[in-house]
């Protein structure tokens, strides 16, 4: 049964660029939350879709960040233009309902130089 | 609005040290209760959960939680810690069917061999 797959693994860019991270949930699973892991601010939720859509988007820190969840398989992260406060791991989550346990990706290690 | 409270935000012990993490969250009504486990480089994953039935819930790796309802407390436990269980541990907590998780701060446990 596979799990959560994220990629890529690991991405080191320079401010400015647009990074783009990737998330394949556990098939048969309603709901997807991205999270963002730092040491100073721990495990923060970004945003929650359910059924595809997004249902709560309070958590993004700004517009320069974005997602998407074009079909039941497959979500993306968007961040445009990076900045080297964005600088994490993104960890991104599939549960078969809200209130469900949720089970996590590897996550994104996000480096922006 | 449901809030979680780890007030242990680092945690050391000596093998075979017996382990208490405390877990308090903020809501009157049924819960849904859950400690999550993040070893280091990895992403998070399920280590027990509460709905309903017996307080005592065992889960993976001799850890325990004891649910108490009147203390609004879900604290994880286990007798005797090994190295390997250096980790981060998140409580979780879910107010009502069909809300969503809400996590805790976090407590970082480094047992030293």
């Known amino acids: 049964d596979a799990g959560v797959i994220q990629s890529p693994r690991h991405e080191v860019t320079e401010m400015g660029q647009e990074v783009t991270l990737r998330c394949k949930p556990i098939?048969?699973?309603?709901?997807l939350f991205w999270y963002r892991q730092t040491m100073m601010r721990g495990l923060e939720l970004l945003i929650y879709?359910?059924?595809?859509?997004?249902?709560?988007d309070s958590g993004m820190p700004e517009d320069r960040f974005s997602a998407k969840m074009p079909n039941a398989s497959f979500s993306t992260l968007k961040i445009q233009p990076s900045e080297p406060r964005d600088s994490a791991v993104y960890f991104c989550?599939?549960?078969?309902?809200?209130?469900?346990?949720?089970?996590f990706g590897d996550g994104t290690r996000l480096s922006i130089l | 609005a449901q809030s979680v409270s780890q007030h242990n935000h680092h945690v050391i012990l000596s093998e075979a040290a017996s382990l208490e993490l405390g877990c308090n969250y903020s809501y009157g009504g049924t819960v849904n209760l859950f400690w999550y486990v993040q070893y280091p480089g990895q992403h998070l994953q399920l280590l027990l959960k509460?709905?309903?039935?017996?307080?005592l819930v065992k889960g993976i790796k001799g850890f325990e939680a004891e649910f108490i309802k009147s203390k609004f407390s879900f604290n994880l436990r286990k007798p005797s810690v090994q190295w390997s269980d250096t980790a981060e541990y998140f409580c979780a907590v879910n107010a009502n069917a069909g809300n969503m998780l809400t996590f805790g701060g976090g407590t970082r446990l480094m047992v030293k061999p």
């Open positions: 509460y709905f309903s039935g017996d307080p």
């Open positions: 098939s048969g699973h309603n709901s």
């Open positions: 879709f359910n059924n595809n859509v997004p249902i709560d």
């Open positions: 989550a599939s549960s078969l309902a809200r209130d469900q346990p949720q089970h």
